[in-house]
Nanobody, 125 residues
Framework: QVQVVESGGGSVQPGGSLKLSCAVKTNNVISTYDMGWYRQAPGKQRELVATVTSGGIPKYVDSVKGRFIISRDIAKHTLSLEMNSLKDEDTAVYYC??????????????????WGQGTQVTVSS
């Protein structure tokens, strides 16, 4: 079984900073591929915020470029999102996503997509 667990959400004033963390937890041997952060604001669809490949190549939605930094630790299967210069419109539930493959008998099984439970980020004065 694989679980994705987020932490680090909270409330902050505009212009402030927050850091989100995500960990893939399992008793199995795994490989993680692309990992990313998504968010869903009230009344809106879930949208991609930032992703990073297993090779460390990041990608950001235009609205957060220059303000957010995504990073990962391949060995520890963890992901973080440093959010700076936060704006009201960044308010949303943030979800971590990980493409994970179980390794069985030394062979990587087809990867599956796993989601965390979400963590609330509120930016308000």
């Amino acid at each position: 079984q694989v679980q994705v667990v987020e932490s680090g959400g909270g409330s902050v004033q505009p212009g402030g900073s927050l850091k989100l963390s995500c960990a893939v937890k399992t008793n199995n041997v795994i490989s993680t591929y692309d990992m990313g952060w998504y968010r869903q604001a009230p009344g809106k669809q879930r949208e991609l915020v930032a992703t990073v490949t297993s090779g460390g190549i990041p990608k950001y939605v235009d609205s957060v470029k220059g303000r957010f930094i995504i990073s990962r630790d391949i060995a520890k299967h963890t992901l973080s999102l440093e959010m700076n210069s936060l704006k009201d419109e960044d308010t949303a539930v943030y979800y971590c996503n990980a493409e994970v493959s179980l390794v069985v008998g030394g062979i990587a099984q087809p990867a599956r997509s796993y989601w965390g439970q979400g963590t609330q980020v509120t930016v308000s004065s």
